[in-house]
């Protein structure tokens, strides 16, 4: 296909996997830790670097257009998540770093197997696809740790602001094993997994895109006001603070404690901007343009008390669960599975960023055998990720595909797309051989 495209054979190929987030949903751009492993499904880009300065980007599947640009002029419009600006945050990250303005063109052909809108992070996989390959072409070389940051980075262009999570499982991934990705600095520490059960993830085939919704940076900017009420609220210098981690590092105080502040310091009911004004002492003049993003600026209420008491109790159970990883006890399996039923709770009820077919798959999911089952990613549908005994695993497909996807005819969907067992993969690599 990359013959019949541009009638040339690549010089290289570039892959970056998905991921699934087992546990610590939605706090990464709060500051904590979490828990994800990179699946086997990937992004793959074959790569011709080309003596002019064009750009051109091709998909093996139909539904997303060729494109073409000029390798020096690159424009990401936010208003509009096409397939192609995700490469370009990658390629604009890179050309930003070196501070490069005379770039090589290319021909590039990407095809990938991660499930769109699922919450798998096939976006994320296509940036880092995308600086890694930049990276190649340019004869450049950065650590694994300075890629995720820049990539991470990058991504804000089209209007996300993640946490940077995906990018860093992206690179940092090894076969065999999850990691808890640590951030400010960032690192990654191996958890092994229990041997006795697999995870199993499960296509709600409710799509959800990131970057066209408000609901992503709305929480974004609740957990930055609730950070901001709280650190008042304890006399910490409020303005200089943007995440709920600082809070507690500033207190120096541990997750449960920061729980009952939550309780002491804000309301259950919904902070209108008039009330965060009064409570930090600012004009709502300076709350638009000092604190809200400009696309947070119309929102008229913000559930503060709710988002905080999600990130704090889901950063704990991130912990929990590394540390029963760690000790490996008898009924591990159990336990494991309970802390992820407590995650979907949290983001149901507290960070309400889920959706009733993704808690109708929960329920069928542990119905049929799973321990604990969660949504993953960033909710609002995308996938559920289950922790299931392995001699359980064939009953638990079957019953799972035919209570969910052939009763609600949503079996149109690839099968091994849907519903699949996964076991963690490597991460993002450069090989010539395809």
């Given at each position: 296909m990359f013959n019949s495209k541009f009638g040339s054979i690549p010089k290289f190929y570039v892959r970056a996997p998905g991921r699934v987030n087992i546990i610590g949903e939605h706090i990464d751009y709060c500051g904590y830790s979490v828990l994800p492993m990179a699946v086997e499904q990937d992004m793959l880009i074959a790569v011709e670097p080309v003596k002019t300065h064009i750009l051109q980007l091709a998909n093996t599947n139909p539904l997303y257009p060729d494109f073409t640009t000029s390798a020096n002029n690159i424009q990401i419009d936010k208003t509009k998540p096409l397939w192609h600006n995700y490469f370009l945050c990658g390629f604009k990250g890179?050309?930003?770093?070196?501070?490069?303005?005379?770039?090589?063109?290319?021909?590039?052909?990407?095809?990938?197997?991660?499930?769109?809108?699922?919450?798998?992070?096939?976006?994320?996989?296509?940036?880092?696809?995308?600086?890694?390959?930049?990276?190649?072409?340019?004869?450049?070389?950065?650590?694994?740790?300075?890629?995720?940051?820049?990539?991470?980075?990058?991504?804000?262009?089209?209007?996300?602001?993640?946490?940077?999570?995906?990018?860093?499982?992206?690179?940092?991934?090894?076969?065999?094993?999850?990691?808890?990705?640590?951030?400010?600095?960032?690192?990654?520490?191996?958890?092994?997994?229990?041997?006795?059960?697999?995870?199993?993830?499960?296509?709600?085939?409710?799509?959800?895109?990131?970057?066209?919704?408000?609901?992503?940076?709305?929480?974004?900017?609740?957990?930055?006001?609730?950070?901001?009420?709280?650190?008042?609220?304890?006399?910490?210098?409020?303005?200089?603070?943007?995440?709920?981690?600082?809070?507690?590092?500033?207190?120096?105080?541990?997750?449960?404690?920061?729980?009952?502040?939550?309780?002491?310091?804000?309301?259950?009911?919904?902070?209108?901007?008039?009330?965060?004004?009064?409570?930090?002492?600012?004009?709502?003049?300076?709350?638009?343009?000092?604190?809200?993003?400009?696309?947070?600026?119309?929102?008229?209420?913000?559930?503060?008390?709710?988002?905080?008491?999600?990130?704090?109790?889901?950063?704990?159970?991130?912990?929990?669960?590394?540390?029963?990883?760690?000790?490996?006890?008898?009924?591990?399996?159990?336990?494991?599975?309970?802390?992820?039923?407590?995650?979907?709770?949290?983001?149901?009820?507290?960070?309400?960023?889920?959706?009733?077919?993704?808690?109708?798959?929960?329920?069928?999911?542990?119905?049929?055998?799973?321990?604990?089952?969660?949504?993953?990613?960033?909710?609002?549908?995308?996938?559920?990720?289950?922790?299931?005994?392995?001699?359980?695993?064939?009953?638990?497909?079957?019953?799972?595909?035919?209570?969910?996807?052939?009763?609600?005819?949503?079996?149109?969907?690839?099968?091994?797309?849907?519903?699949?067992?996964?076991?963690?993969?490597?991460?993002?690599?450069?090989?010539?051989?395809?």
């Amino acid at each position: 296909m990359f013959n019949s495209k541009f009638g040339s054979i690549p010089k290289f190929y570039v892959r970056a996997p998905g991921r699934v987030n087992i546990i610590g949903e939605h706090i990464d751009y709060c500051g904590y830790s979490v828990l994800p492993m990179a699946v086997e499904q990937d992004m793959l880009i074959a790569v011709e670097p080309v003596k002019t300065h064009i750009l051109q980007l091709a998909n093996t599947n139909p539904l997303y257009p060729d494109f073409t640009t000029s390798a020096n002029n690159i424009q990401i419009d936010k208003t509009k998540p096409l397939w192609h600006n995700y490469f370009l945050c990658g390629f604009k990250g890179i050309q930003e770093h070196f501070g490069l303005s005379d770039l090589t063109g290319m021909n590039c052909l990407v095809d990938g197997n991660i499930p769109p809108s699922s919450g798998l992070s096939s976006s994320s996989a296509l940036v880092c696809c995308a600086g890694l390959l930049t990276l190649t072409v340019l004869g450049m070389s950065l650590s694994k740790v300075e890629l995720a940051e820049i990539c991470a980075k990058s991504e804000r262009y089209i209007g996300t602001e993640g946490g940077g999570m995906d990018q860093s499982i992206s690179f940092l991934a090894e076969e065999g094993t999850a990691k808890l990705i640590e951030f400010s600095p960032l690192r990654a520490t191996d958890v092994k997994l229990p041997s006795g059960a697999v995870f199993v993830i499960a296509n709600s085939c409710v799509e959800m895109n990131k970057a066209a919704t408000s609901h992503f940076n709305i929480r974004v900017m609740e957990c930055r006001l609730a950070a901001k009420l709280l650190a008042k609220h304890k006399s910490l210098p409020w303005k200089e603070v943007l995440r709920l981690e600082e809070v507690q590092a500033k207190l120096g105080i541990s997750l449960e404690e920061m729980l009952l502040i939550t309780e002491d310091a804000l309301h259950p009911e919904p902070y209108s901007p008039e009330e965060i004004c009064k409570c930090l002492g600012i004009s709502l003049q300076e709350l638009k343009t000092q604190i809200l993003s400009p696309n947070t600026q119309d929102v008229l209420t913000f559930k503060l008390y709710q988002r905080a008491k999600h990130v704090y109790s889901e950063a704990a159970r991130v912990l929990q669960f590394k540390k029963i990883c760690e000790e490996t006890p008898d009924n591990m399996v159990q336990l494991l599975g309970e802390l992820m039923n407590q995650s979907h709770m949290s983001c149901r009820d507290m960070y309400e960023c889920s959706c009733p077919e993704l808690d109708q798959l929960v329920d069928i999911c542990r119905k049929f055998g799973a321990q604990g089952s969660r949504l993953t990613g960033a909710g609002w549908g995308g996938c559920t990720v289950s922790i299931v005994p392995a001699d359980k695993l064939s009953s638990f497909l079957a019953n799972v595909h035919e209570a969910y996807y052939q009763r609600s005819n949503r079996s149109l969907a690839p099968e091994k797309e849907s519903l699949f067992a996964t076991k963690p993969g490597g991460g993002a690599l450069v090989f010539l051989e395809a």
